[in-house]
């Protein structure tokens, strides 16, 4: 992703799971594009929450540190989700994967189209 050009951007949940039927978990979605707007590291031109998937339409305009913005969105997220769901146990055993790097997977990114105007 370039800085300064306008992406549509999909971030599905991990086996399609309705993970984002809760409103605390659209929350925190919401929350970390909040923060990374703040930091005018990204513009949020749209957006919509399903229950299993977001999508964006999204300027980059800055690193998050050294990251481009949407790998702090999906890391904060996917921390905010973790820890909501240890008060469900049987909710977060649904994301657990059997990775050298995580114990958890809550999404990926499945599409990233560049507009061009």
Same mark, same amino acid.
């Given at each position: 992703m370039n800085r300064g050009d306008i992406y549509f951007w999909t971030a599905t949940i991990y086996k399609w799971n =309705?993970? @984002?039927k809760d409103d605390a978990c659209k929350i925190n979605v919401i929350d970390s594009l909040r923060f990374l707007s703040q930091r005018q590291c990204i513009d949020v031109f749209a957006f919509v929450i399903m229950p299993n998937h977001i999508h964006l339409v999204w300027r980059i305009n800055d690193l998050n540190g050294k990251e @481009?913005?949407?790998?702090? @969105?999906? &890391? =904060?997220?996917?921390q905010a989700f973790k820890k909501l769901l240890k008060t469900t146990p049987a909710m977060l055993e649904m994301y657990v994967v059997n990775a050298g790097n &995580?114990? =958890?997977d809550f999404g990926n990114v499945?599409?990233?189209y560049s507009f061009i105007f």
């Amino acid at each position: 992703m370039n800085r300064g050009d306008i992406y549509f951007w999909t971030a599905t949940i991990y086996k399609w799971n =309705y993970l @984002l039927k809760d409103d605390a978990c659209k929350i925190n979605v919401i929350d970390s594009l909040r923060f990374l707007s703040q930091r005018q590291c990204i513009d949020v031109f749209a957006f919509v929450i399903m229950p299993n998937h977001i999508h964006l339409v999204w300027r980059i305009n800055d690193l998050n540190g050294k990251e @481009l913005p949407q790998g702090p @969105l999906l &890391k =904060y997220t996917a921390q905010a989700f973790k820890k909501l769901l240890k008060t469900t146990p049987a909710m977060l055993e649904m994301y657990v994967v059997n990775a050298g790097n &995580k114990a =958890y997977d809550f999404g990926n990114v499945i599409l990233c189209y560049s507009f061009i105007f």
